[in-house]
């Protein structure tokens, strides 16, 4: 089974315009360190609303997840769930629940390190990413797969297995990451 596939395509004109107007401000280095030190991110949606709140345990515990205050003031990014969760429905027949969602930029020249997603919350989550700003040359790889996102296609990744990424592009690779939750682990 090909650990990443597209799934789907979203436009994503609005929301990338608003993130290079607007929002771009709210970006922040990644607060969990390696293997992402290459990276800046936002959070839109999380364990908790308070980013002061935030630490590496309460990042990766199994607990119920919550729109930030950046999410509900950012109309665009909420259309874009709504076409996701609109996509997922069609595919799956039930209506997903979202848990973490985020937006990751890699740096020009930046790479995130081989890693695997596991523990509780990992395990009851698949991971999709869909690219907001694209970089020519920067890879996304999942066991042994590896593509270059196109902008606005939105792709299943799995983080369960070994994985990394790398940007060899001239500018910044921004996607939004959205976690939903297995169907089998809702009931």
């Known amino acids: 089974m090909s ?4 799934v789907d395509f979203v ?3 609005q929301m990338a315009a608003a993130l290079v107007m607007k929002h771009a401000v709210n970006f922040v280095p990644d607060p969990f360190g390696s293997p992402r030190g290459d990276s800046e991110m936002m ?12 630490s590496l ?11 930030t205050a950046l999410l509900e003031r950012w109309p665009s990014a909420r259309n874009i769930l709504t076409a996701i969760a609109r996509s ?3 595919r799956t027949d039930h209506e997903p629940v ?16 081989w890693n695997v997603a596991d523990g509780a919350y990992a395990d009851s989550y698949n991971r999709y990413c869909l690219n907001l700003i694209p970089s020519p040359g920067a890879w996304l790889y ?3 797969n590896g593509t270059v996102l196109p ?17 060899l592009g001239p500018c910044a690779q921004v996607n939004l990451v959205v976690d939903i939750r297995k169907h089998e682990a809702v009931h």
């Open 3 to 6: 650990t990443i596939f597209p």
């Open 11 to 13: 436009d994503v004109s």
């Open 43 to 54: 959070i839109l949606r999380g364990p908790t609303t308070n980013d002061r709140e935030m």
């Open 57 to 67: 345990a309460t990042w990766h515990a199994a607990q119920p997840q919550f729109d």
């Open 88 to 90: 997922h429905q069609l």
């Open 98 to 113: 979202f848990g973490k969602v985020l937006i990751r930029a890699l740096k020009s020249g930046g790479y995130v390190d």
């Open 142 to 144: 999942s066991g042994g």
């Open 151 to 167: 902008q606005g296609q939105l792709t299943y990744f799995d983080n369960h297995v070994l994985n990394s990424a790398i940007n």
